[in-house]
């Protein structure tokens, strides 16, 4: 424990950069993947015949091995933090394009029903009733693709990206137990950390009536 302590102190600086690194590439990643995928759910609810070949085609890029895909983007993009996060946002779009559109076509046709009969407009229902109706399907997406960006976001120093990979494969080099611990445990801390914070959120945004 004290030679961990030790190793944190003397390569503090390179792990404070790779944490820093890490939150740019999970933090941004996920917006832009919040950005596509939440409105993409809605309207895959709104018109489904679309729903299955579209949430199929996020499916299928879940299932490239994820060292694959950085590197089969690096011909493309180069290497680099738009590599990592065009991957990262590749694989943060299916949680939560599917669970906006679970929880999107899963609120009670009945009460749509009531709100269109009290003269509300499609945009009124789905602002209204629909998305917070919906909200934690929506919210459970989100974080699960939190926690697999922040864990699949080590794979960016692969790519020259940087973050806490670079840690890790700086430790596993040099067979430094110690220094991976140091990488990985942030990581894992990060991951915790977002969810919490999300999961703050949705408690904050759900309306009173749908709160257990």
């Known amino acids: 424990m004290n030679t961990f302590f030790q190793t944190v102190v003397d390569r503090s600086d390179l792990i404070l950069e790779a944490f820093f690194q890490h939150i740019f590439l999970s933090f941004v990643a996920l917006a832009i993947g919040v950005l596509i995928a939440l409105p993409l759910g809605m309207y895959v609810a709104r018109y489904r015949k679309y729903a299955e070949p579209i949430i199929g085609v996020t499916a299928i890029f879940q299932t490239i091995p994820s060292l694959a895909l950085f590197g089969f983007l690096v011909p493309l993009i180069g290497i680099g933090s738009k590599t990592a996060l065009v991957a990262l946002i590749i694989y943060a779009l299916l949680p939560i394009l599917r669970n906006t559109y679970a929880g ?13 009969g009290m003269g509300m407009t499609p945009n009124q229902i789905l602002t209204k009733i629909e998305l917070p109706m919906a909200l934690p399907f929506i919210m459970a997406g989100i974080r699960t693709a939190t926690v697999l960006t922040v864990g699949i976001a080590t794979l960016a120093t692969f790519v020259g990206a940087g973050g806490l990979g670079d840690v890790i494969y700086r430790g596993l080099q040099s067979y430094n137990n110690s220094l991976v611990l140091a ?17 703050g959120i949705e408690k904050k945004v759900t309306p009173k009536g749908l709160k257990i």
């Open 104 to 116: 999107l076509t899963g609120v009670d046709q009945s009460i749509i029903e009531a709100g269109r």
């Open 183 to 199: 990488g990985a445990l942030p990581v894992a801390l990060l991951a915790i950390l977002f969810d919490i914070v999300l999961k």
